[in-house]
């Protein structure tokens, strides 16, 4: 037989084989596969098919079993007061308490931040805002290692923590208006604040300040290596890129909890790897599901419980200078929102999984999701009326500007978004090269605010409004990536930062949210919803707005059940 | 021999100087501040005092020659520095990895062999058949095909289908040999898969010339039989460039698995590597990139060695 008449017939073999064997072009799926249409009709209706808030079933949580999860967080260190990277806090939060925390599982609400007390019993604020008195649990007691060795938890341990937050690390913000922190008796620490802060509350309830206790900083001369805390796991092994072992602490404060006995979160970066960790049934929790089609193709197992979380802000900006010209010409801005079309950004890069809306998250000033024609006539896809504008501002398609525009593929909507913006763009006269960037170089641009003209970039989020104000739009904040000067949005995010009353400051912050709609200064990209999945024998795990998934917000770890 | 081997770990000392010089400008000169990347997700409150204050604590602040000097005395020494990220000693790091990628490079490279060198002579010895057709299309498919799509649907679709992947979290051959094998086989398979089709053609070329050789046709028209002609005469002298392919293959394997590695979640030193350059941690980018400098300079003398055993020819020269 000749090699040629060898290949034919492969050929033809693989052919027929292929014929009988490939799926249809479109329609109904075939087990394995969600289609493109049964994604688009759910789209329509993702909010029900995957209840945020589902009802948990009426049984008594039952003690016992260890947690399996596949987590894409690898821990640099342990040291809280020197990062903010999820892979520090998924342990972190674990083997720490904090004075208070947010509410969790399913009695919180998905889109309204609660603080609640946990090292903290309960707290009272003077009527001025400058005193604040935490009154601690009694009965607390440090885990029993070394070098802590099951030690009685008191106010020193407190002050001596919050000092040192305030000493050094990243967190030296939100202690920068406190005066002094005293603790009168064993159980009550008392904070007086230079001046008032709307802010301090919301921090230390943050997951990013756990109580650590002195002995490992003053021996160690940092946290990075130990992590033994009063929370409710001890932290029984930490192998680099591999996996995070935790036991249960026999003497956590907490009456009854944890439930469970421990877990084994297993290190991992790539999202196949994931899910086949998870369909193979070696896990039970991964952090999101990586596609609508996905999350349609996994409720059919009864044993998957999956919950959608719509966002409350758009994400990724399409930014610019607004230092340099002509970025810092309001009708350039508004020319380019209105070439922005975000709906088909939408439907074709997240799935119509998603939110179209500004960087403000709306559950601060709204009380449901605006829709796209509420927010004004810039953030309305109109091409004819972006080219005549952008005339205005003196670039056509015949004499467009051109400039270079680098993106972190931080998930694959973003370089599909900006792929979308860069067609439309370039029928009114903006031709943008985008670049695709590795993580340093790209986040030294944008965290270093030295990107040259535009830049896909995200940016600080927290669970407090200052840091969607004063934060990102500023004048004066490190934060304020893309140069936002604007005495009127200077003088409104001063005026909110010293606001006591929420009802006004909520006004005020409306008032901002406006002023940027209008300006323009940042062009949002839809923020992406999250699918989150589970085996239906975890319990009381939930996710929302300000509750992630497991492993950025394991503090949920307290009150998991294994229904097994 | 001991003099040549002498001679040349000498010479090769120069190839890894030049080397440390290189990755040690190259690594600092790459855009991006690893300070600046390390307070990325920082509500806020980055400023040019948190900058400068990490600087100084990671040693940063030094001159260019002061830190290079410091670092090679430290190689000298065996320290191979502080990882900037996580203040763990890089060697300690290094050391974890390596037996987990050297378990990975020796069984996909058994694994090849197995494949490759059976095909290879069968395909040589029944040429222009099916027998070799075959084999050579799966060469070109196992040379077209990238690893990480072979390791994909390999992940991927047991999972589905079978409910199954292999055990998860890295078990040591000693503790656990038998899911430490079930860990590995699939791995190795895959990367074998890519190493067995280039091995597989080196081994029916070779295969080819030497069947054409004289001492074959007179050991055929001695009466030996086929099978004896074929093992004893002409594939231990057809092994010897395929010997030389996969020792390079190995060193290559060694260190350069990144994708296998984060796919199916095994922390080797490609793994270490790749995330260290990512993230600028100079210290562990310059242990591993040095590791992998010293693995080839060692493996290619190892073959040089080896080359010499087999072909007596090379060791009179």
């Known amino acids: 037989m000749s090699y040629r008449t060898f290949l034919i017939s492969l050929a033809t073999i693989s052919a027929l084989l292929w014929s009988a064997c490939a799926p249809a072009a479109e329609g109904p799926s ?150 002094k922190i005293e603790t009168p008796d064993p159980l009550t620490v008392t904070v007086a604040l230079k001046q008032p802060s709307n802010l301090f509350l919301n921090r230390i309830a943050s997951p990013y300040i756990p109580i650590f206790p002195k002995e490992i900083l003053e021996q160690d001369g940092d946290l990075k290596k130990r992590a ?16 995070i072992v935790v036991e249960k602490n026999p003497n956590y404060f907490k009456k009854g909890y944890p439930y469970i006995d421990g877990a084994v979160f297993y290190i991992m970066e790539d999202i196949a790897t994931k899910m086949a960790a998870y369909n193979s049934r070696q896990v039970d929790v991964v952090n999101y599901l990586p596609s609508a089609a ?166 600080v989020a927290g669970q407090e409004l200052d840091t969607f104000l004063y934060g990102q739009m500023h004048s004066k904040s490190p934060a304020n990536r893309f140069h936002i000067n604007d005495p009127v949005i200077d003088q409104l995010t001063e005026q909110q930062r010293r606001e006591l009353d929420p009802v006004k400051r909520k006004a005020i912050a409306k008032q901002i949210s406006d002023r940027d709609l209008d300006q323009v200064f940042r062009i949002m990209q839809p923020g992406a919803g999250s699918f989150y999945v589970n ?18 917000s394991s503090y949920q770890m307290e009150i998991l059940w294994l229904d097994k | 021999m001991y003099r040549y081997i002498i001679r040349r770990l000498l010479l090769s000392l120069p190839v890894l100087v030049g080397v440390s010089i290189v990755v040690f400008s190259l690594i600092r000169f790459l855009p991006g501040d690893v300070i600046v990347s390390m307070v990325a997700q920082a509500e806020g409150s980055v400023t040019e005092e948190i900058k400068e204050s990490y600087k100084k604590k990671l040693g940063l602040d030094k001159p260019y020659h002061e830190a290079y000097a410091t670092w090679v005395w430290g190689l000298v020494r065996g320290d191979l520095g502080t990882s900037l990220w996580t203040g763990d000693p890089v060697r300690t790091e290094l050391a974890r990895r ?33 027998w070799d057709y075959a084999p050579r299309l799966f060469s070109i498919g196992g040379l077209s095909m990238p690893d990480f799509w072979i390791g994909t649907l390999v992940i991927v679709f047991p ?103 984060i796919l199916f979640a095994l922390p080797g030193v490609g793994r270490f590597t790749l995330d260290a350059i990512l993230k600028r941690d100079y210290p562990s980018v310059q242990a591993g990139v040095m590791f992998l400098a010293t693995v080839m300079v060692i493996m290619n003398l190892v073959v040089d060695i080896f080359y010499s055993y087999v072909d007596p020819r090379i060791r009179h020269q």
């Open chain 1, 294 to 459: 996905d999350a349609l193709e996994m409720k059919k197992a009864a044993e998957n419980e999956i919950r959608y979380v719509p966002p409350t802000s758009g994400s990724q900006v399409f930014a610019m200078r607004l230092d340099k010209a002509p970025f810092n010409d309001v009708r350039f801005r508004r020319a380019v929102s209105m070439a922005t079309n975000r709906q088909a950004m939408l439907d074709t890069c997240y799935e119509g999984a998603g939110y179209i809306g500004p960087s403000l998250p709306w559950s601060f000033v709204l009380d449901k999701a605006p829709k796209l024609e509420e927010l004004g006539p810039w953030w309305q896809y109109n091409l004819e009326a972006a080219k005549k504008l952008m005339a205005e501002a003196g670039y056509t398609p015949e004499k467009p500007l051109k400039v270079t525009m680098p993106y972190y593929p931080y998930n694959e909507g973003i370089g599909c978004s900006a792929a979308i913006a860069q067609e439309d763009w370039k029928k009114i006269g903006l031709e943008t090269d985008v670049q695709r960037m590795d993580y340093t170089t790209y986040n030294n641009q944008l965290i270093g605010r030295t990107f040259d003209t535009m830049i896909v970039g995200w940016q």
């Open chain 1, 30 to 179: 075939k087990e394995g596969v969600a289609s493109k249409e049964e994604v688009a009709q759910a789209a329509k209706n993702f909010q029900d098919l995957f209840p945020i808030n589902p009802p948990e079933p009426a049984k008594k949580p039952k003690y016992g079993g260890t947690l399996y999860g596949a987590s894409s967080y690898d821990p640099a260190h342990l040291d809280p007061r020197l990062s903010s990277a999820g892979g520090v806090f998924q342990i972190t939060n674990m083997v720490y308490n904090k004075m208070l925390k947010y509410k969790h599982g399913p009695e919180f609400h998905p889109f309204n931040l609660e603080i609640i007390p946990d090292l903290a019993k309960s707290w009272e604020v003077s009527k001025d805002g400058l005193n604040y008195t935490f009154k601690l649990n009694e009965g607390v007691k440090w885990q029993n290692l070394s070098p802590v060795n099951g030690r009685s938890f008191t106010s020193e341990d407190v002050k001596y923590a919050w000092e040192a937050y305030a000493k050094e690390g990243l967190e030296k913000g939100t202690f920068a208006d406190v005066d």
């Open chain 2, 159 to 261: 999972a589905i289908w079978w409910r199954w992947s292999a055990p998860l979290g890295y078990s040591p051959f000693l503790d656990d040999p038998v899911r430490n094998l079930q860990q590995f086989w699939v791995p190795a398979a895959v990367l074998g898969v890519r190493l067995s089709a280039s091995t597989m053609r080196m081994t029916r070329s070779a295969m080819l010339e030497v069947m054409r050789e004289d001492y074959v046709r007179t050991a055929r028209s001695k009466g030996l039989t086929e099978r004896v002609v074929i093992y004893r005469h002409a594939l231990r002298n057809a092994l010897i460039p395929v010997i030389t392919i996969v020792g390079t293959q190995f060193s290559r394997l060694l260190g350069g698995t990144v994708v296998i590695e």
């Open chain 1, 228 to 243: 033994v805390g009063t929370g409710p796991y001890i932290l029984k092994e930490l192998t680099k890129k591999e996996k």
């Open chain 1, 535 to 552: 085996r239906n024998t975890v319990r009381n795990y939930r996710n929302g707005q300000w509750v992630s998934h497991l492993f950025y």
């Open chain 2, 98 to 130: 390596i037996p987990i990628s050297a378990e990975l490079a020796i069984l996909a490279v058994v694994f090849a062999l197995v494949i490759a060198i059976p095909l290879g002579v069968l395909s040589a010895t029944k040429q222009d058949s099916f």
